[in-house]
Structures are given as structure tokens and as C-alpha cells.
């Protein structure tokens, strides 16, 4: 069963009817609760229906200077649930932190059609457990987001990419414990390697450190410097980030996350397959080549979560 209800209490309802008849749930669209409920700019919170964008969001936070420091890709597309239920991120997670750093309160629709809320909306909140942290990251397993608190950032004054070219693993590593022991605190440490890499010689490689800073001018300037000195120069972007995620349309990008002291060890046998490494999180996404291994099954607490949540199982199952 899909679900798409044109208000909250069309889902309560809906799921209500869903668990009378013993229907499992396959997906749900919220896209008509896109509602910026409160926005407290003074605060810096704000709390918003989960079927709003993500660039929407972010175009109502702009004109007071303010952000949700969070990167995704397609966030013209990606909702706010969505990006809380798939703990989604993007480069800037290397200096951020993922939406979990960032959210303050839920309101979640129990596979029953109950409506629970956890969190609130102040940033210092010390009532009771953190159940938010529980939804980020279970895919809907638990229970429907509906609507969310964030404790909101100012824009940075500046913001400033650098990166150079690696032609051997090798040259990588030592590039990469270089920045890594230095005094940077980049808010994006990223490596990739484009779809067609380019080669000088054969055996070359063709790879990519970017690194990005955020702040005041004089503080970025430093870091730009800084990174001069390590060899971290040229011109960068974020363009392979959009290039890499518009190659993955219609296929599955593969992920993988290991310790970022093993990050380059697991990046040589993808050859020349096209990546993008978070080099400071060590989480790589990569186009084609061997399925990643699977992940440990759902734990027997996790199940027992799973069970009181959503006794019947007709929510999906939780992720690996």
C-alpha cells in the first residue's frame, strides 16, 4: 500500500485503517505537508512539516542569514523526512555533522496511526531520553516523520575550495596525513576520481584531494594559505559532487564505510571506477564494481525496538 495523505490526520487515519487490516505499508508521499510551521530566527530554530524540500528550506532560512548545514544531493527533490529517515549527507558532513548533530524535535506517526513527539524546541533540551536520534537513519522502520525542529547556523561570511592532484596511492596517503596532522579545520576533506580519469602515463592515477573552507575571510584566507604550504592549491569546486550523482541517475551508486586510516587500502581495488570519498568520515560512494558487503543484521535490541514500535511489521524492515 502507498500512502499519500493531503494532511496529518489523513495519515493517522490511513495507518489506523492499514494496522485494522493487517496491510503492510510499501512507501508514502508527504509532499502536501510542506508547511514551515515556526521559524524563530533569533533562536535559530526552526520547525518544518516533513514533506518540504530541503531547498526550500533553505530558501526560507536564507534571506535571515541562516542555514541547515546539511549537503545532500538533489535537494530540490530530497524532503526533509527523507533526509532524517536515510541519515543523508553531503562533503560539508566533514566539518557539520550529519542532520542528527542538528535536529532538536520530531513528530512521528506510529505504524497504528498514533502520533507521538520527541524533543522539543529549545537547543538545550535535557528532558528524558533523545528518541529523535532513534528515527534518523531507520528508513520509516519505526514510524512516519511528519515534522521536524532544527537548531539552525549563520551563513558563513566566506567560503573557499582548494585541491590538488595525486598521479599515485601513494602521493594520496602522504597528501592526506599531511592535511590531517596540520592545524586546518576544513569543513569539506574529500577525494574522487572523475568517470573518465585522466592518464599521463600508464600506471598514473588521476586523483582528486578538495578541500573546503568556511568562516570569516581573514580565517579562511589562513586556511587557504595553510593548505598552499601542504601542496593544496589549485582552483577547486564542488562540481564533482553534482557530476558524480548525476552519472549515479538511474543506477545505484554502491557505498561503503570503513575507518578513514583504511579509506585509501579500500579504494585501490576500484581501479578506475568513478568515487567520491569522504576522506575525513571514511564513507565511499562508487559507480559499478563489487557489491559492498553486507552490513550485520539488525541487532536483537534493535529488533526489540522494531517490535514495539510497530508490533505488526507493516512499516518497512529496518536497514542493515
Known sequence: MTLQPATLQDLSDALAEAARQGSRIASWNLTALNRVIDYTPEDLTVTVEAGITLAALQAHLRPRGQWLPVDPPEPERL???ALIAANASGPRRFGHGTI??????LQVTLADGRQIKAGGKVVKNVAGYDLCKLFVGSRGALGIITAATFKV?????????????????SGAATLLEAVSASPLTPVVLD??????PARVQPGRRDLH??????GTREDVAWQASEARRLGVGSPGSLAYETAFWK?????????????????????????DLSFVARAGNG??????GPEPPPGPAPGRLLQRIKDAYDPKHLL?????
Open 100 to 105: 542528527r548533530e542538528h535536529l532538536l524535535g
Open 79 to 81: 524532503s526533509i523526512g
Open 283 to 288: 564513507i565511499v560512494y562508487y559507480h559499478g
Open 153 to 169: 547556523q549563520p551563513l558563513p561570511e566566506t567560503e573557499l575550495f582548494v585541491e590538488a592532484t595525486c598521479d599515485s596511492w
Open 209 to 214: 584531494l578538495v578541500l573546503g573552507c568556511a
Open 316 to 320: 518497512p524492515e529496518l536497514p542493515l
Open 191 to 196: 577525494f574522487h576520481q572523475p568517470p573518465q
Open 247 to 271: 552519472t549515479a541517475a538511474g543506477q545505484t551508486a554502491r557505498r561503503v564505510s570503513v575507518l578513514p586510516a583504511r579509506l585509501i587500502e579500500t579504494l585501490q581495488p576500484l581501479g
